[in-house]
């Protein structure tokens, strides 16, 4: 028989269920489990954090994770390739090789994946002709360097398939993309070259119908979800890849949800633009002329992809502080609820410019109404409408002005419509963060690799 690696998708994000991919690691005769964590606005979260403490920075989840699948995965020959290292790969790395201690493990690898962070070298590529230019407007980088939080490329798997080499039984990344986590593997298991396009091509495919974990499940399938079941209990996808790359997906024995034709299709055209050109840092992947072929109860066969050369650039997804926000909300009752409501934003909007208040950009909704479609649907006027939730919120330059919302609306208590139910949000005021989306040219992010040993 010709060889096949089954890969697990363990995590989709940063905060996802630990469960399932403990339950993967049980019963599903996986290979690698392959743990996403990290979204743009988590690398902004994740560097604020390793601000006030520098042995944070990663998503603390792993340890969760590992706490009960990492026994099991040294007992069968698991591999976890995690980018759970976020902002701080090494902190992620020495965490995961004390909880090994605790558990009594030894023997075991644990690679650091480096190279993602070019915060320390913008000035240098900056002076070399790389201008980071935001790819959404052209504004140059000088006008949020003062506030930069974090720099990471979405780096390929060349780190990933060095640390295997070099006998990892996990793998920690930084900001990796998410295909590379279910790629490094591969091309680990299969001998594929760095230039492989088609087979890398197909591979991406794979890797994307299963990224995501639930959502190729079962898990927001549009279409039939109300005859999806166990949803809580939702398995997540296994790809048995073959070496061509061509895989069939499935999902935990046992577990709930479904695996169909319609629940891949959906994951496959989830965030693409442009199906014969996707890109990754890896290679430039065609889905165009995919094949999705029901092979048995919850197995769907993927064929038909195929791939061209890696971009010549690399995406980087900076964050910068952006001011604060401010809200609040308020509900009324019956009767006029509706037009409490109004007269209750009105109140607040005339105290606020009393106290000179000043905001760039301002947002009412009216929730259960207005919450998606905003200002694109009749807001209702219903007398009989027992009750309205309202919100209001401001973004400010500073914290000062932000926490005039809050002030300023509890004199509603007493001073406004009557029918008040409650006014107040927790907390009454946070901080902003924007993406900074640019290119770097690729021979300017040089991946690296450290092993610890346990």
Known sequence: MSKTVRLGAGMAFWGDSVQPAIQMVERGEIDYLCCDHLAELTMSILSKQMERNPEYGYTRDILDLLRGALPVCVEKGVKVITNSGGANPRSA????AALAKELGISGIKIAVVLGDDLRPQIDDLMAHGVDFANMDTGAPLATVCDRLTHAAAYTGC???????????????????????????????????????????????????????????????????????????????????????????????????????????????????????????????????????????????????????QAPATLKVNMGYRNGFIGEVQFTYTWPHAQAKARRGIEFLEKRLARAGFVASD???????????????????????????????????????????????????????????????????LKELFAIWPCLVPREHVVQSVEMLEV
């Open 158 to 308: 060349e780190g990933i398939v060095e640390a295997l080499e070099g006998g990892a039984d996990i793998v920690v990344c930084g900001r990796v993309t998410d295909i590379a986590l279910y790629l490094g593997p591969l091309r680990y298991e299969f001998g594929w070259a760095a230039d492989d396009w088609e087979r890398l091509g197909m591979a991406t495919a794979v890797a994307h119908a299963i990224e995501c974990g639930g959502q190729a499940t079962g898990g927001l399938l549009a279409g039939g979800w109300w005859e999806t079941d166990g949803l809580e209990e939702l398995g997540y996808p296994i790809a048995e890849v073959a070496e061509d790359g061509t895989a069939v997906i499935t999902k935990t024995p046992g577990s709930g949800g479904r695996v169909d034709i319609a629940s891949v299709s959906e994951q496959m055209i989830y965030e693409i633009l442009d199906p014969a050109n996707y890109l990754t840092a890896d290679v430039t992947a065609d889905f165009s002329n995919i094949r999705l072929e029901q092979v048995g109860p919850d197995e769907v066969r993927i064929t038909g992809a195929t791939g061209r």
């Open 93 to 96: 790395a020495a965490k995961i």
């Open 362 to 428: 301002t947002h009412v909704e009216y929730i259960g109404q207005t919450s998606m479609w905003n200002d694109r649907v009749a807001v209702a006027d219903d007398p009989d409408l027992p009750e309205i939730v309202v919100r209001y919120a401001a973004r400010c330059a500073d914290q000062t002005e932000a926490r005039k919302i809050f002030t300023e609306s509890v004199p509603l208590y007493n001073n406004g419509p009557a029918g008040v139910g409650g006014i107040g949000t927790r907390p009454p």
